[in-house]
């Protein structure tokens, strides 16, 4: 079956650092291309790091030289680090892996494993 598990949120103050992990299972990860997407309740989804096969990456402008995206074979889970973080970085963070060489929109329910997503909380 498969699942996605995300996890290591949590409440921080401005400017200090957390470290998501997206763990998968029922399917290798490393063979997919891999994204974290966040959503902020109320408000747009959006995709704001990927990690492809090829180990090429991607950042929103919002995140970069913030966040880095990695990936850990042998554990079947991606991750996340997210330094200096800010207040508007608060949000629900997701994964999922890319589709057909895109991505899925934020949530899209043709894909239909999806996680409870991990609440990060910065505060200013």
């Known amino acids: 079956e498969v699942q996605l598990v995300e996890s290591g949120g949590g409440s921080v103050q401005a400017g200090g650092s957390l470290r998501l992990s997206c763990t998968a299972s029922g399917f290798t990860a490393d063979d997919f291309d891999m994204g974290w997407y966040r959503q902020v309740p109320g408000n747009e989804c959006d995709l704001v790091s990927t990690?492809?096969?090829?180990?090429?990456?991607s950042y929103a402008d919002s995140v970069k030289g913030r966040f880095t995206i990695s990936q850990d074979n042998a554990k079947n889970t991606v991750y996340l680090q997210m330094n200096s973080l800010k207040p508007e970085d608060t949000a629900v963070y997701y994964c999922?892996?890319?589709?057909?060489?895109?991505?899925?929109?934020?949530?899209?329910?043709?894909?239909?494993?999806w996680g409870q997503g991990t609440q990060v909380t910065v505060a200013s």
């Open positions: 990690i492809r096969t090829d180990g090429s990456t």
């Open positions: 999922a892996p890319g589709a057909g060489g895109g991505w899925y929109a934020c949530l899209d329910p043709t894909f239909a494993y």
